[in-house]
């Protein structure tokens, strides 16, 4: 068997070489790194605007009477986009009285959003007619009272606002639910229910009538069956 040339101690001397060679290098570069790692533990012991003394939320602070670092709104604060001056139309209401009419135009499109809104939100108590009849109710629920009664026919309009945004009885408030605007239109949706339910002839257009006077030939003519 031949041998390499190398012996069994050759094999031992060149890895003691080989870990003497790297320590001479990382001992040659230690100044080097050492300067880095002070310049960047320099960096990090800032202790003025980048780390500021401050308290975790509802921490409790010595430095107040109070006791509490979490400090109150000053009173008549108003958060941005929050400025409400216009009375009638957040409270539903002028100088505590219930509106009888709309603070904000109420077109076609605002009837469809109040009726989105109101089968939403009304319809589990109030029924999609208004006749307090929901499901909830048919559950056992207390039933709220219909929209069809002659008192809340002659209710004013803010009435309904007043009730959306305070609650009222069993019913709690909307107000962090509906906007103050959806809720005009949920008003507005209401009075389409009220008069679907009590509208007379004489309520109809000339157009209107001619419809309904067709559809009620169709049903009452011999061999038509109605669904």
């Given amino acids: 068997m031949k041998s390499d040339g190398l012996k069994h101690g050759d094999f031992f001397t060149d890895a003691k070489g080989a870990r003497s060679r790297s320590l001479v290098l990382a001992t040659r570069h230690l ?34 009477d109070d006791g509490r670092s ?15 001056t216009d009375e009638a139309l957040y409270t539903g209401k ?14 076609r499109e605002d009837l ?3 009726r989105e809104r109101y089968n939403i939100y009304c319809t589990p108590c109030h029924d999609r007619l208004g006749d307090g009849q929901g499901m909830i109710v048919q559950r056992g629920f207390p039933a709220p009272p219909s929209y069809h009664t002659d008192r809340l026919r002659q209710a004013p309009v ?4 007043s009730v959306m945004t305070n609650g009222y009885g069993t019913m709690y408030s909307y107000a962090s639910r509906i ?34 006077q067709g559809q009620q030939a169709t049903e009452q003519s011999p061999g038509t069956r109605t669904k």
Avoid at 33 to 57: E, F, I
Avoid at 185 to 201: D, F
């Fill in 31 to 64: 100044p080097h790194a050492t300067v880095l790692l002070c310049l960047l533990a320099s960096t990090a012991c800032r202790q003025d605007m980048h780390v500021q003394p401050r308290y975790k939320a509802l921490d409790p602070s010595t430095f107040f």
């Fill in 70 to 84: 979490a400090r109150p709104v000053v009173p008549g604060t108003v958060a941005r986009d929050q400025l409400r």
């Fill in 94 to 107: 002028l100088n505590g009285v219930e509106v009888a009419t709309f603070p904000i135009p109420i077109t």
């Fill in 112 to 114: 469809e959003r109040g």
């Fill in 158 to 161: 803010g009435h309904f606002f």
């Fill in 179 to 212: 906007t103050p605007e959806d809720r005009w239109k949920i008003a507005a949706y209401i009075r389409v229910l009220q008069l679907s339910q009590a509208a007379k002839i004489s309520d109809l257009t000339d157009e209107d009538r001619r419809q309904l």
